[in-house]
């Protein structure tokens, strides 16, 4: 099965600065379709999860604009050009296998300074 | 309202087994591909297994192959996963979740739609 590798692992960010999150596939996420099947959720504390990003790059409906990703076929990054308060949670990447397993990262824990 | 509500979680022995539901509202059921994650407390989420609009494909995680199985009542807006020879290692909270996939046309939107989760619990 696919390795999902996230970094960091925690992320302490101030109010207002940006923060990078990346994760890196074991092998390519690229489908013959061009898409990279990889997403990015938030679980908010006490929450389920919630779709930020999918096929590497686009905005879920009602997702803010600081929220974007980017990369391709096994480095992927998320990320938010100004963290609020709000944004405060576990951030995992997952690869959806189209007819084989889906994997998540390990999370990456965002914490406000 | 559109939702999803898992139920059928609880206390079961090592061995055992249970069955969980996943109850559809709002929304077209037959149309979407679901997932089942589940969560150990304080851990990150895993993903447990898939399954096709028509129920006809399903894929599963090696630690649970061959002891979970995934099914659907389309006409019943349900989706189940069916938990045999349970080991202390599954307990967790269990999610559904809708995939947005398409079959018709390729596209894909992400796991748009989770449930509040169920927890499972087992030991003796």
């Known amino acids: 099965d696919i390795v999902m590798t996230q970094s960091p692992l925690s992320l302490p960010v101030a109010p207002g600065e940006p923060a990078s999150i990346s994760c890196r596939s074991s092998?390519?996420?690229?489908?013959?379709?061009?898409?990279?099947?990889l997403d990015w959720y938030l679980q908010k504390p006490g929450q389920s999860p919630q779709l930020l990003i999918f096929?590497?790059?686009n905005r879920a409906s009602g997702v803010p604009e600081r929220f974007s990703g980017s990369g391709s076929a096994t480095n992927f990054t998320l990320r938010i050009s100004r963290v609020e308060a709000e944004d405060v949670g576990v951030y995992y990447c997952?690869?959806?296998?189209?007819?084989?397993?889906?994997?998540f990262g390990q999370g990456t824990k965002l914490q406000i300074k | 309202e559109v939702q999803l509500v898992e139920s059928g979680g609880g206390l079961v022995q090592p061995g055992g087994c249970l069955r969980l539901?996943?109850?559809?509202?709002?929304?077209?059921?037959?149309?979407?591909?679901f997932h089942w994650v589940r969560q150990v407390p304080g851990k990150g989420l895993v993903w447990v297994s898939r399954?096709?609009?028509?129920?006809?494909?399903?894929t599963y995680t090696d630690s649970v192959e061959g002891r979970f199985t995934v099914s659907r009542d389309n006409a019943k807006n349900t989706l189940f996963l069916h938990m045999n020879s349970l080991r202390d290692e599954d307990t967790a909270v269990y999610y559904c979740?809708?995939?947005?996939?398409?079959?018709?046309?390729?596209?894909?939107?992400?796991?748009?739609?989770w449930g509040q989760g169920t927890t499972v619990t087992v030991s003796s």
């Open positions: 997952m690869h959806v296998g189209q007819s084989r397993p889906s994997t």
């Open positions: 096929l590497g790059s």
């Open positions: 539901s996943c109850a559809a509202s709002g929304f077209t059921f037959s149309n979407f591909w």
């Open positions: 399954i096709s609009s028509d129920g006809s494909h399903t």
């Open positions: 092998q390519s996420l690229l489908h013959s379709s061009g898409f990279d099947y």
């Open positions: 979740a809708r995939d947005s996939y398409l079959e018709t046309s390729g596209s894909y939107y992400g796991l748009d739609l």
